[in-house]
Every structure is written in structure tokens, then in C-alpha cells.
């Protein structure tokens, strides 16, 4: 099965910098996923990633090391409306995927 | 594309009562995902379909829960007896394949059932 461990929540600062981490542990390994839910909407994806490495989309960087069964998100110039849930996700094999629990980004003027 | 579509967007319904949401995945989808989000248990995987067939169902909650697919633009999750413990946002995802390993799921907006 699949076990997935992000942080509750966090506070950042607009324009500031800020690391979502997501620990997992999986049979098999078919890549990571990371999804922004705003409040009372659905979950939009952000990244996917299945090698190790940084993969850089815009202000939004995903980051993945198969070996620590550890990937981050990393948010840049921090914006008010970026105020939301990150889910990081596994897929579990034919195309379903185990999502954490997210973790609950406020950012503050 | 008008994207996943999801009926109703809520529903407030008595204990004992049947409910019916419903879903229409993006066209030339061949998955299609039920989950159910609350506070406590974060966002859950109910069953899923590919190609209009169910692959697995493991995490429908009780025999009150059942969904069917009657064809590829349509997909219904319907719950008799309804009870409170129920109450939570029901989304619908649909995928298609395109990766040897695992594709982005597009969701629909959701369906927020409450039960008295």
C-alpha cells in the first residue's frame, strides 16, 4: 500500500519563498504528483514527477528523490491567491492515485 | 471541452433517503474516479472505471454505496440508505491514458451532499 506524510499547515509571507514537503512510502514506484485545491473548489494539477531531480514550471518547482521516498514543492514570489491546499499524490497502479492529506498554505501581507 | 460536470453541486437530503449524484467525465476519457473529501479523511478513492468497466472497488465504504457506468459520458454514485456520517464533498475525475505509468486526473467541481 502506500502511506503519504505532509505537513498540516503552513504560513508564508507574499513574495517570499516557501517548501511544501511530502514523504512517502509505496509499493512500487509510478512518479508523484502534486495538486492545489483553493477552498470549496476541486483539486487542479500542478506537477507530476517520476525521475529524480528539480522540474521547474513557473514560479512552482517540483522536486523528487526516489531513494528518500521524499519530494517537495517549492512556491516562489509568493502571491495571496497561491493561499490554498497542497496535495501531494502516489499512484497506486492502474491509474488511481492515494493522495496525502494536504497541507493547508495561508500567505500573509 | 467543458471539462468533468458534476450534478448536483449540493445536496441536502434526510437520513434513510436515496441519493444520486451524477458525473460526465471529459470527452475521450477512459478513466473515471469517485472520491469523497471530508476534514477528517482528506480526499478518498470510492471505485474506479476504465473503459466503462469497474477495476476496483475496495475503498466503497458499505454496500449502501454503488456506482455504475452505462456508457463512456456517463457515470452515476448512488447512496441507499443515505446517513449523516455520509455528509462530505463527492468529486468526480476523469484521465485518459497517455503515459506508461500514470496520467493527471481532471476534476469536476463536486457535489457537497449533507445529510440530516
Known amino acids: 500500500g502506500q502511506n503519504i506524510d505532509q505537513p498540516t499547515e503552513m504560513t508564508a509571507t507574499e513574495g517570499a519563498i516557501v517548501q511544501i514537503n511530502c514523504t512517502y512510502q509505496?509499493?512500487?514506484?509510478?512518479?508523484l504528483f502534486w495538486y492545489q485545491q483553493h477552498a470549496g473548489e476541486a483539486p487542479t494539477f500542478l506537477s507530476y514527477?517520476?525521475?529524480?531531480g528539480l522540474e521547474e514550471k513557473g514560479r512552482f518547482s517540483s522536486f523528487l528523490s526516489r531513494s528518500k521516498g521524499y519530494s517537495y514543492l517549492l512556491l516562489k514570489e509568493l502571491q495571496m491567491k497561491d493561499s490554498a491546499s497542497y496535495l501531494c499524490?502516489?499512484?497506486?497502479?492502474?491509474?488511481?492515485?492515494?493522495f496525502g492529506t494536504g497541507t493547508q498554505l495561508k500567505v500573509e501581507l | 471541452d467543458a471539462g468533468v460536470i458534476q450534478s448536483p453541486r449540493h445536496e441536502v437530503t434526510e437520513m434513510g433517503q436515496e441519493v444520486t449524484l451524477r458525473c460526465k467525465p471529459i470527452?475521450?476519457?477512459?478513466?473515471l474516479f469517485w472520491y469523497r473529501q471530508t476534514m477528517m479523511r482528506g480526499l478518498e478513492l470510492l471505485i474506479y472505471?476504465?473503459?466503462?468497466?469497474?477495476?476496483?472497488d475496495s475503498g466503497m465504504p458499505e454496500d449502501r454505496f454503488s456506482a455504475k457506468m452505462p456508457n463512456a459520458s456517463f457515470s452515476t454514485l448512488k447512496i441507499q440508505p443515505s446517513e449523516p456520517r455520509d455528509s462530505a464533498v463527492y468529486f468526480c475525475?476523469?484521465?485518459?491514458?497517455?503515459?506508461?505509468?500514470?496520467?493527471?486526473?481532471?476534476f469536476g467541481p463536486g457535489t457537497r451532499l449533507t445529510v440530516t
Open positions: 475525475a476523469s484521465s485518459l491514458t497517455s503515459r506508461l505509468v500514470a496520467d493527471e486526473q481532471y
Open positions: 509505496t509499493s512500487g514506484f509510478n512518479g
Open positions: 514527477n517520476v525521475l529524480d
Open positions: 499524490a502516489v499512484p497506486g497502479g492502474g491509474n488511481k492515485l492515494t
Open positions: 470527452s475521450g476519457h477512459d478513466y
Open positions: 472505471f476504465n473503459n466503462n468497466v469497474p477495476i476496483d
